[in-house]
């Protein structure tokens, strides 16, 4: 089996290899390439890779390459985990919205935007040369803003899964705090990437016993803690957010704390120079700890479960994954993109197929609604381009939604981000 990896030389690979290499039965790797254009970083995690993959015994040949053409050539599944700009642009989505007094951050709200127009473009000419080279091979998009990619692949007929740690987080936090196997904890997980809720824990499968109740109960302070959210809000809830429902529950309080400490992609970068420091030992051959800060925790188990369901070996047959709706939330569009648990195992071409969820409550159903709207608008600016597209795309978002503020930010917007949008 051959994996190609485009952005392999991200300080987050060695985290994919780690899980690839203590996973080798779920998934039985036999080649694997990283693509990447900076050739420097490239060659540093390559090293480690085999290193790693050595120290587990692991017999898969690792490759590197800045040819896309040449990398995803018989692949099987192809995996993104892409940052147009890199950290800089980054930084610039966390810094300038909050001039106008809006959160700054890389998946929600214009930050998010900001990084949507930047990617599709360079995402879908991805894939199509991964379909030019291999039309049965699949995508696995885990380059955010993951809703809006994943939903740009499926529209141009790619053979494409979008892939978040949220769940996989919940799942594993949920399974220690209730002395449980992870296998053992299914989370009713709905909504959009980056805009979900978990509205029962259950035990064993999709209709075992709800354990939420009791969870909340006995360690709502613990996940509360977690989210930055307080307690009350989670009991009355009834559910557990994921932490960027923070941006829209506590967005004026999150500004404020935005405003007065470095931002995330300062930390980032200063963790990356670190990493890479590290990388550089020969004698390393595992993930270093200062990973585990990096973020997208249990991402690499996610990874793999899913690429094994879908290329017809293991993995679990029920997943959390991005995909069309298709009915299953029945107040949005087929083609919208959902984030909900799916069988991915012995579906073929098909693709996933979402798993049936209950009715959601209006408290959930407006809010997704709504920024599925304004995914709807985003992406039409991203493949079409145009301020007027910007524009309204911004109106259009829940945490926006003003002329003036609309208008601030698409300014500001386009002046960040000329060297990315050829249009701009």
């Given at each position: 089996?051959?994996?190609?990896?485009?952005?392999?030389?991200?300080?987050?690979?060695?985290?994919?290899?780690?899980?690839?290499?203590?996973?080798?039965?779920?998934?039985?790797?036999?080649?694997?390439?990283?693509?990447?254009?900076?050739?420097?970083?490239?060659?540093?995690?390559?090293?480690?890779?085999?290193?790693?993959?050595?120290?587990h015994?692991?017999?898969?040949?690792?490759?590197?390459?800045?040819?896309?053409?040449?990398?995803?050539?018989?692949?099987?599944?192809?995996l993104?985990?892409l940052?147009?700009?890199?950290?800089?642009?980054?930084?610039?989505?966390?810094?300038?919205?909050?001039?106008?007094?809006?959160?700054?951050?890389?998946?929600?709200?214009?930050?998010?935007?900001?990084?949507?127009?930047?990617t599709?473009?360079?995402?879908?000419?991805?894939?199509?040369?991964?379909?030019?080279?291999?039309?049965?091979?699949?995508?696995?998009?885990?380059?955010?803003?993951?809703?809006?990619?994943?939903?740009?692949?499926?529209?141009?007929?790619?053979?494409?899964?979008?892939?978040?740690?949220v769940?996989?987080?919940?799942?594993?936090?949920?399974?220690a705090?209730?002395?449980?196997?992870?296998?053992?904890?299914?989370?009713?997980?709905?909504?959009?990437?980056?805009?979900?809720?978990?509205?029962?824990v259950?035990?064993?499968?999709?209709?075992?016993?709800?354990?939420?109740?009791?969870?909340?109960?006995?360690?709502?302070?613990?996940?509360?803690?977690?989210?930055?959210l307080?307690?009350?809000?989670?009991?009355?809830?009834?559910?557990?957010?994921?932490?960027?429902?923070?941006?829209?529950?506590?967005?004026?309080?999150?500004?404020r704390?935005?405003?007065?400490?470095?931002?995330?992609?300062?930390?980032?970068?200063?963790?990356?120079?670190?990493?890479?420091?590290?990388?550089?030992?020969?004698?390393?051959?595992?993930?270093?700890?200062?990973?585990?800060?990096?973020?997208?925790?249990?991402?690499?188990?996610?990874?793999?479960?899913?690429?094994?369901?879908?290329?017809?070996?293991?993995?679990?047959?029920?997943?959390?994954?991005?995909?069309?709706?298709n009915?299953?939330?029945?107040?949005?569009?087929?083609?919208?993109?959902?984030?909900?648990?799916?069988?991915?195992?012995?579906?073929g071409?098909?693709?996933?197929?979402?798993?049936?969820?209950?009715?959601?409550?209006?408290?959930?159903?407006g809010?997704v609604?709504?920024?599925s709207?304004?995914?709807?608008?985003?992406?039409?600016?991203?493949?079409?381009?145009?301020?007027?597209?910007?524009f309204?795309?911004l109106?259009?978002?829940?945490?926006?939604?003003?002329?003036?503020?609309?208008?601030?930010?698409?300014?500001?917007?386009?002046?960040?981000n000329?060297?990315?949008?050829?249009?701009?």
């Open positions: 089996m051959k994996l190609a990896v485009v952005g392999g030389g991200s300080t987050y690979t060695p985290e994919l290899i780690d899980g690839f290499a203590r996973l080798r039965d779920t998934l039985p790797v036999g080649e694997l390439v990283l693509i990447d254009p900076a050739a420097d970083r490239l060659e540093l995690i390559g090293a480690l890779a085999r290193r790693i993959f050595a120290r015994g692991h017999p898969a040949v690792v490759t590197t390459t800045g040819d896309l053409d040449a990398g995803v050539a018989d692949a099987d599944a192809v993104l985990q940052r147009i700009g890199g950290q800089a642009a980054r930084l610039q989505d966390e810094t300038w919205p909050l001039e106008c007094g809006c959160v700054g951050q890389e998946t929600t709200g214009a930050g998010g935007l900001a990084k949507a127009l930047r599709v473009p360079v995402v879908l000419d991805i894939a199509e040369r991964v379909r030019r080279a291999n039309p049965q091979a699949w995508i696995i998009d885990f380059t955010n803003p993951v809703g809006i990619v994943t939903r740009a692949l499926l529209q141009a007929g790619h053979k494409a899964v979008g892939l978040c740690n769940a996989i987080g919940f799942q594993r936090k949920f399974a705090l209730l002395d449980l196997a992870p296998a053992e904890v299914h989370l009713d997980h709905v909504g959009l990437n980056h805009l979900t809720w978990e509205l029962g259950r035990r064993g499968g999709p209709d075992g016993e709800d354990l939420l109740p009791g969870l909340l109960a006995a360690h709502g302070d613990t996940i509360a803690g977690d989210l930055h307080p307690r009350a809000v989670l009991d009355r809830l009834g559910a557990v957010p994921s932490y960027y429902l923070r941006y829209f529950y506590a967005h004026d309080e999150v500004v704390e935005l405003g007065t400490r470095p931002s995330r992609a300062a930390e980032v970068a200063a963790m990356e120079q670190e990493l890479l420091g590290l990388y550089a030992d020969p004698a390393l051959d595992e993930k270093p700890a200062l990973l585990a800060r990096r973020g997208g925790a249990f991402y690499s188990e996610a990874a793999v479960d899913l690429a094994a369901a879908l290329l017809g070996g293991g993995g679990s047959a029920v997943q959390v994954v991005n995909t069309y709706n009915g299953t939330l029945p107040f949005l569009p087929d083609d919208a993109v959902i984030e909900v648990q799916a069988r991915v195992r012995g579906t071409a098909a693709g996933p197929l979402p798993l049936a969820v209950p009715r959601l409550d209006p408290l959930y159903a809010l609604a709504h920024v709207a304004y995914e709807d608008l985003a992406l039409d600016a991203a493949l079409r381009g145009g301020r007027e597209r910007v309204k795309a109106l259009a978002h829940p945490l926006v939604g003003q002329f003036e503020l609309a208008e601030g930010l698409t300014d500001r917007l386009l002046a960040h000329k060297e990315h949008l050829p249009w701009a």
